[in-house]
């Protein structure tokens, strides 16, 4: 059974649109590669035939994967969330104890993440550790490197 995610609008939208590049555009494009590859003859010595059989195995499972992801996904309404604490789709404000490096992230679902523009996963290390905490707690997270202590500074939505 697959796991519920949640999604934004925008971040559900660029789901089905990938999915829909796959399905109308990627799909048909390996197909012809196929068949233009089954037209030079042999099949049992026919590199292309079978380089383009194995894109099309990825292509289907790279489909079917995406497929469950948009069957399972839901679109949050943020405006009925607790701003009290930590839950996905909050901007959250911690600060590193050790060093004193503030940083900001909106946690959201994983598809969606891009650390770099400031969106962390819900699953990730640290995005787990925040999930539930208050403004003021601390929260302890066990990263690669060891255990890192972030203050949660400010929630917002």
Do not use: C, W
Request: hydrophobic share 35%; net charge negative; proline share 2%.
């Amino acid at each position: 059974m697959s796991n519920v995610s949640y999604y934004t609008e925008e971040g559900l939208k660029k789901l089905k649109d990938e999915l829909f590049h796959l399905e109308q555009v990627e799909r048909p494009r390996v197909s012809q590669e196929i068949a233009d590859a089954r037209d030079k003859g042999d099949l049992s010595e026919n590199a292309e035939y079978h380089a383009a059989k194995e894109e099309q195995s990825l292509l289907e499972t790279k489909i079917a994967k995406l497929k469950n992801v948009v069957a399972s996904a839901r679109i949050i309404d943020e405006s009925q969330l607790d701003t009290s604490k930590v839950l996905i789709h909050s901007i959250v404000k911690i600060k590193n104890t050790q060093n004193g490096m503030a940083f900001t992230y909106t946690l959201v679902a994983d598809s969606e993440s891009d650390v770099r523009n400031g969106k962390l996963s819900v699953n990730s290390p640290i995005g787990k550790g925040l999930l539930g905490k208050k403004v003021g707690e601390l929260a302890e997270i066990k990263v690669p490197n060891g255990i890192m202590n972030f203050e949660i500074v400010d929630i917002s939505r």
